[in-house]
């Protein structure tokens, strides 16, 4: 890392993005100077409701890299909560723009037509799991692309009720509100939230027994049973809880879910907002459980950072619905697909998952020898670029949330950008951009490490 006042001799901060330095850089402390004033004018303009985890505004962005309006390079292991995989400036997803740009923004695709959106329908039924024949329907956000897989299940089925899982979090619409499961800052205020949603556990470690998942399996059969099975027209479940703290539902609980879903005719709904299009090392997580959804919804990374979601099912499930039943003035955007399509060209050709899959090994390598080393880290979930650093008490498990704070806190004032969340908000969750430079990533993780320790208990602070 580079301190001191100068940024690279030559460096105008003020260029084309290409060619921000991958190198951590504190010109000021954090927030600098600038920033706060501008924060000044954001409580004055804009919204209270929404948070903001570093105050820093940010002037341009790259690789793995931040660069603020101060001239700090802040480690970037958010990735915009998931979408800028690529990088925040990919340069495939920039020409594609620029080019889409001077043809034209917007028709509305359920106006006129334009072949983009085929194409990324196209790709997306080639690479979604399972041999059926397939249709997708393309929308803008995450909880807009939920809403509308519940709305296909229930067309489909005839039913109204879903099953989602404790942990869980599907968006911030009235739908998706009702199907995520922690109630602050979500839900408080908001109601009231839709009758027909039920919650039931997901097995996840550090806590989950031997016989987690029968139990667990057990609990989905019960509430179906009290509910009457036959009401039911999905099941929806992330294949790695992202908001949860990248909770990973113990192996063969997808499957299980897939058999009782089989079994009353329920849809299973396979929600890859976060952890979908090559984050953990394979397109969808859910491929590492060998568990064919019957619909699956993606966004975030889809279009490296440009407003763009997707359901992808059957033919058959997908096609019930009557014609216009389903789609959005700006569903399906033509800047957003021809952003996917880049993407789809680097996941296709250069090497992304195997990225991914090395970020896991590196964060594995690192991360897990604090696992119980007296520094209140209880799990290090990894699957590939999405991990979670979970914070506890070592003998008890009892969450401690204020550790996920004050490591996440000692990271923003060193120049990294790290996230906390979970069930008990006692977790950090990195979410970095795959292609973020190897030596950059350990830097990064070097400082949460540091911060671990340097906030560790008085006793057991001392270097192991
Ligand atoms: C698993 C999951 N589903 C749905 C959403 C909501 O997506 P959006 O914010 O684009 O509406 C998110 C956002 O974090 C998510 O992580």
């Not at 409580?43 to 101060?70: E, T, Y």
């Not at 959106?117 to 929308?139: H, I, M, Q």
Request: hydrophobic share 40%.
């Amino acid at each position: 890392m580079i301190t001191g006042n100068q940024l690279l001799p030559g460096f105008d901060q003020r260029r084309a993005v290409q060619g921000v330095p991958q190198e951590r850089y504190l010109a000021t402390e954090i927030p600098g100077p600038r920033s706060r004033e501008l924060m000044v004018e954001r409580r004055a303009h804009v919204s209270n409701g929404f948070g903001a985890q570093l105050p820093v505004f940010i002037d341009c962005a790259d690789g793995g890299i931040l660069l603020d309006v101060d001239g700090n390079r802040i480690v970037d292991f958010a990735s915009g909560l998931g979408p800028t995989s690529l990088g925040a400036s990919n340069e495939r997803v920039r020409e594609r723009l620029q080019a889409q740009l001077d043809r034209f923004t917007h028709t509305c695709f359920m106006t006129t037509e334009y072949e983009s959106y085929v194409e990324v329908c196209r790709w997306l039924n080639r690479r979604a799991p399972g041999s059926k024949e397939k249709r997708t329907a393309l929308f803008s956000t995450g909880a807009e692309a939920n809403e509308n897989a519940v709305k296909i299940a229930r067309y489909f089925t005839g039913r109204s009720k879903v099953l989602a899982f404790d942990g869980a979090y599907h968006g911030r619409t009235h739908m998706t509100m009702s199907l995520t499961s922690k109630a602050h800052p979500y839900k408080t205020g908001f109601g009231p939230f839709s009758n027909d949603v039920i919650h039931v556990p997901v097995p996840t470690s550090p806590r989950a027994s031997a016989d987690a998942v029968e139990l667990s399996l057990d609990c989905v059969r019960a509430a179906l049973r009290e509910n009457d099975p036959t009401s039911f027209a999905a099941m929806i479940i992330e294949p790695i809880l992202g908001e949860a703290g990248c909770l990973i539902p113990q192996k063969g609980f997808l499957a299980g879910l897939r058999e009782i879903a089989d079994e009353h005719g329920i849809l299973l709904i396979a929600d890859e907002v976060q952890s979908g299009m090559g984050r953990t090392g394979r397109i969808w997580a859910i491929e590492y459980e060998d568990v064919v959804p019957d619909l699956l919804v993606a966004a975030k990374a889809l279009a490296n950072g440009m407003p763009l979601s997707s359901v992808t099912g059957a033919a058959d499930v997908m096609n019930a619905v009557h014609p216009a039943g389903l789609g959005g003035t700006y569903a399906g955007n033509p800047l957003s697909c021809e952003a996917a399509l880049a993407v789809f060209e680097q996941l296709d050709t250069d090497g992304v998952l195997d990225k991914a899959t090395d970020l896991g090994r590196i964060a594995i390598e690192m991360l897990r020898p604090l696992v119980g080393g007296g520094h209140g880290v209880i799990d290090v979930r990894v699957r590939g670029a999405m991990i979670g650093i979970e914070f506890g008490d070592e003998a008890t498990m009892e969450p401690a949330s204020g550790r996920a704070k004050a490591v996440s806190a000692y990271c923003h004032a060193n120049g990294v950008l790290a996230l906390t969340n979970g069930v008990h908000e006692n977790v950090i969750r990195l979410l970095p951009p795959i292609v973020i430079e190897p030596t950059l990533f350990r830097d990064g993780l070097q400082v949460i490490i540091d911060g671990i320790r340097n906030t560790a208990p008085k006793a057991i602070s001392d270097d192991r």
